[in-house]
């Protein structure tokens, strides 16, 4: 059986269910597992090996703005957030642009580290974070083989001329930038697409002159496999032709709930709020969610406010509003009636894995095609978050609530997939492939 290291970057959101999969192969019996990320995540993957490895300039432990961050990138966190109070396209533009100005971080050491490790491990495979572009360089340069696992909606596959990282292809029903905004924005992903490829390019010619460039810097994927962390629908864009797709469906595992948190949904109907590791800094968007799920009667409300607690505090007097910094999500899911998210890949999947319907609030990256397919798959409806009111918010959560069996048939495909469902097909797939 083969040995895998697998890399995640920094973040929690990507490292949490990356190390779930590295352990998953290792039950499906791989013959040895590593997961390597920053140290902070030591704990995430107890009983296979773990190596210090950093390879992104920022990290997320948890709550983004209370990770220690240089300057540069504190600063990019909080022009972000103000981006994100302009809507979608001014948060999709300072994406990219951002993404432009600051292409790599420290490519050359990641490869090194990268080559030092094989050096020590030998595994006959990588698992890498297709969004990780400098550990993706580096084991393209190093001519290593790897697979690639997608933590993001499926279409960071890129797989068409026309296709490009960071203009959503497809858009839920009350988000949808105007045409020139969408044209301006198209234009700006078209840059940073040229200037990655660029990068690439000198990178190679430096680390490994006899190496292929290539075509498209954002379109680098394992010629082998991608696992992806998303239920296979049948609506999805085209993914490339000439790679394997290992879809999980979700990548989540279960945990009890505490006693401190049992007594507080015991008996009640539950609204659980969480708008992620960085967006949970909107709390404009939480107070407004939580006074429309005030409006319904018998509605207990649970907030991860992130940093935030304290401009929350006045809401919190109400008995039936929970704010913490932190809550456990997962724990939480089969206890709540239903769930407000900013739809991020593991709110989304792992309601579905809970059978819990959503309303979506998203504000950037691919939390566009994801609140597209909550609502085309029934399991959830959207807002747009700089635009909802009080009386919005409780209408579209009246609709989610009075659902009895939602989304019923995809529920049950979620649950009948999973990381360790995954981890033996994509064994089986490299047996035969």
């Known amino acids: 059986m083969p040995r895998f290291v697998v ?16 352990t998953a192969l290792s039950t499906a019996g791989a013959q040895a597992v590593t997961f390597a990320c920053g140290a902070e995540f030591a704990d995430l993957a107890p009983g296979i090996p773990f190596v210090a490895m950093r390879t ?21 966190l909080t022009d972000f957030l103000e981006a994100t109070k302009g809507g979608a396209a001014a948060a999709l533009l300072a994406q990219t642009r951002r993404r432009r100005a600051e292409l790599l971080a420290a490519p050359e050491e990641v490869t090194r580290e990268l080559s030092a490790l094989h050096d020590r491990l030998r595994p006959d495979w990588y698992v890498v974070d297709q969004i990780d572009y400098a550990t993706t360089l580096a084991l393209h340069a190093l001519d290593l083989p790897y697979l690639s696992y ?4 499926p279409t960071y596959l890129v797989s068409r001329d026309d296709q490009f990282f960071g203009l959503p292809q497809v858009w839920p029903s009350s988000v949808r930038p105007s045409p020139e905004e969408l044209a301006e924005l198209a234009a700006e992903v078209r ?8 990068e690439f390019a000198r990178l190679l010619r430096d680390l490994a002159p006899s190496r292929p460039v290539p075509p498209r810097a954002f379109a ?10 998303y ?15 290992v879809f999980l469906g979700h990548c989540t595992t279960p945990g009890p709930l505490d006693d401190l948190w049992l007594d507080r949904v015991r008996g009640r109907r539950v609204l659980l709020v969480a708008l992620g590791t960085f967006l949970s800094a909107r709390h404009d968007v939480l107070r407004t969610v939580v006074r429309g799920a005030l409006r319904i009667p018998g509605l207990t409300v649970v907030v991860a406010a992130g940093g935030r607690v304290a401009e929350l505090a006045d809401l919190a007097a109400d008995p039936r509003v929970f704010v913490e910094s932190v809550v456990p ?8 009636a239903a769930m407000v998210h900013h739809g991020g890949n593991n709110s989304f999947t792992e309601c579905l894995q ?8 998203p504000f950037s990256s691919d939390q566009f095609c994801i609140a597209h397919d909550a609502e085309k798959a029934g399991a959830g409806v959207c807002l747009d978050p700089n635009a909802a009111t009080p009386e919005d918010v409780a209408e579209a959560l009246g609709s989610v609530l009075e659902k009895p069996e939602p989304f019923a048939g995809l529920r049950d495909a979620v649950r009948a997939a999973g990381p360790d469902v995954g981890a033996a097909r994509l064994l089986e797939v490299l047996r035969h492939g």
Do not use: K
């Not at 997608?150 to 909606?153: D, E, I, L, S």
């Not at 680098?220 to 962390?229: D, F, G, I, K, R």
């Not at 999500?329 to 709540?336: D, K, M, S, T």
């Open 329 to 336: 999500q997962r724990a939480l899911l089969p206890h709540v």
């Open 150 to 153: 997608v933590t993001g909606h």
């Open 231 to 245: 239920p296979e629908l049948p609506w999805l864009p085209p993914l490339p032709a000439d790679q394997q797709q």
């Open 56 to 76: 992104t300039r920022e990290s997320n432990s948890g709550v983004a703005e209370r990770t220690a961050q240089d300057a540069r990138s504190a600063r990019g």
């Open 191 to 198: 840059l940073t697409d040229q200037a990655l490829t660029a």
């Open 354 to 361: 809970a059978g819990v319907p959503a309303l979506v609030l």
């Open 220 to 229: 680098l994927t394992s010629s082998h496999a991608a696992v992806v962390n």
């Open 7 to 22: 890399v995640s970057p920094p973040f929690r959101s990507h490292a949490q269910p990356m190390s779930v999969f590295a």
